[in-house]
């Protein structure tokens, strides 16, 4: 069974810290990228980081360049994203999910993605 489990979400104030944290089942992880994605409320799903299992390489948003920080640990088959200098628009459900390695290059599609996690509530009070 395939699954992909969020954790260490929750409140935080503005300027403040989070680390989520991705744990990957049920599917040969080296075979695939791992992102992150986030929806706020009435908001289309945004694309926030990915990271390749293969080659480590990492893509970010415009929005979270120099504040997130994306990493994998392939043994553990476990992605981290830091989140550092948090703001008030980065409330939202984060979802993190698997796309294969070959369409790397679209990580930002959502529709690309073959597995999702549940998603987990990170809120940023100013």
């Known amino acids: 069974e395939v699954q992909l489990v969020e954790s260490g979400g929750g409140l935080v104030q503005a300027g403040g810290s989070l680390r989520l944290s991705c744990a990957a089942s049920?599917?040969?992880?080296?075979?695939?990228?791992i992102g992150w994605f986030r929806q706020a409320p009435g908001k289309e799903r945004e694309g926030v980081s990915c990271?390749?299992?293969?080659?480590?390489?990492?893509y970010y948003a415009d929005s979270v360049k120099g504040r997130f920080t994306i990493s994998s640990d392939n043994a553990k088959n476990m992605v981290t994203l830091q989140m550092n200098s948090l703001k008030p628009e980065d409330t939202a459900v984060y979802y993190c999910?698997?796309?294969?390695?070959?369409?790397?290059?679209?990580?930002?599609?959502?529709?690309?993605?073959?597995?999702w996690g549940q998603g987990i509530q990170v809120t940023v009070s100013s």
């Open positions: 049920g599917f040969t992880f080296d075979d695939y990228a």
């Open positions: 999910a698997a796309i294969p390695s070959e369409l790397l290059s679209l990580w930002v599609l959502w529709e690309s993605y073959d597995y």
């Open positions: 990271i390749s299992s293969s080659d480590g390489s990492t």
